[in-house]
C-alpha cells in the first residue's frame, strides 16, 4: 500500500466532467440512490438542502418545489443499512449541527464522523461504484443545491472507473484509520487525532 504521497502511470479513464448545477443532478442523485455504502471528504461541512420528491398525503401537488435536509435522507439510507461516512477538516457548520441533533439514528452511529485538518480533497464514493472527485464541498453553494447567481463555480469529474475507485478508496481508508497520523505536524493542533481514536467518532 503506497501513502499519501504518489504518482500514478498514466492511463485512458473514461468519466464525465461535472460542472455547476451538474453536481447537484450527479452527485446527490447517486448519494439518494446508494444501497450500501456513502464516503464522503470534504474541507467544509454544511447543512445541504435538497429537492424533495416524494408526494405528502393531504397536500395537492404544486409547480413550487419542497425541500429537506440531505440528512434526513442519510437518516433514511442508514435505516436500509447503508454505511455512512464523512471525514471533514473544520468544524461543522452550527446549522448542520443543529439538524442532526433531530436525527437519533444518525448521531447514534448511523453516520460516521471524523475529522482531519489537513484533508482538502473532495470526494463522494457511492456503493464502491460511483467516484465523484473535483473541487466541490459538501456544501450547498459547492455542490449545486443553490440559485444560479448564488452557487460557487465547482468542477469535477465523476465516473466509475476501478483504478481510481481503488486509489481513491485507499488514500480514504488510510487517513480515516488515522494510518498518516504518524509524524503529523499539525497533531498539536488536531481535536482528536484518528490514530488514538479507537472506536469511530458518532458526534462532534
Known amino acids: 500500500m503506497r501513502g499519501v504521497d504518489f504518482v500514478d502511470p498514466t492511463r485512458r479513464v473514461r468519466a464525465a466532467l461535472v460542472a455547476g448545477r451538474g453536481h447537484y443532478d450527479t452527485v446527490l442523485r447517486a448519494v439518494a440512490e446508494a444501497s450500501r455504502s456513502i464516503w464522503i471528504a470534504t474541507a467544509n461541512l454544511k447543512e445541504l438542502m435538497v429537492e424533495d420528491p416524494r ?55 448511523g453516520l ?30 459547492g455542490l449545486g443545491a443553490k440559485g444560479a447567481g448564488r452557487r460557487n463555480f465547482e468542477l469535477g469529474f465523476a465516473g466509475s472507473d476501478d483504478g481510481l475507485l481503488d486509489r481513491v478508496q485507499e488514500l480514504f481508508d488510510r487517513i480515516w484509520r ?15 487525532p484518528l490514530d488514538g481514536a479507537g472506536k469511530s467518532r458518532r458526534r462532534e
Do not use: M
Request: hydrophobic share 40%; charged share 25%.
Open 55 to 109: 408526494a405528502v398525503p393531504g397536500r395537492a401537488r404544486t409547480r413550487r418545489r419542497s425541500y429537506r435536509s440531505v440528512l434526513a435522507v442519510f437518516d433514511e439510507l442508514a435505516h436500509r443499512g447503508v454505511e455512512l461516512r464523512i471525514l471533514h477538516a473544520g468544524f461543522p457548520s452550527r446549522a448542520f449541527r443543529e439538524e442532526l441533533d433531530r436525527h437519533p439514528r444518525l448521531f447514534q452511529g
Open 112 to 141: 460516521q464522523l471524523r475529522t482531519c485538518p489537513r484533508l482538502h480533497f473532495k470526494v463522494v464514493v457511492v456503493d464502491g461504484a460511483f467516484l465523484y472527485l473535483g473541487s466541490a464541498n459538501w456544501t450547498g453553494a
Open 178 to 192: 488515522g494510518a498518516a497520523c504518524k509524524g503529523c505536524k499539525l497533531r498539536d493542533v488536531c481535536p482528536a
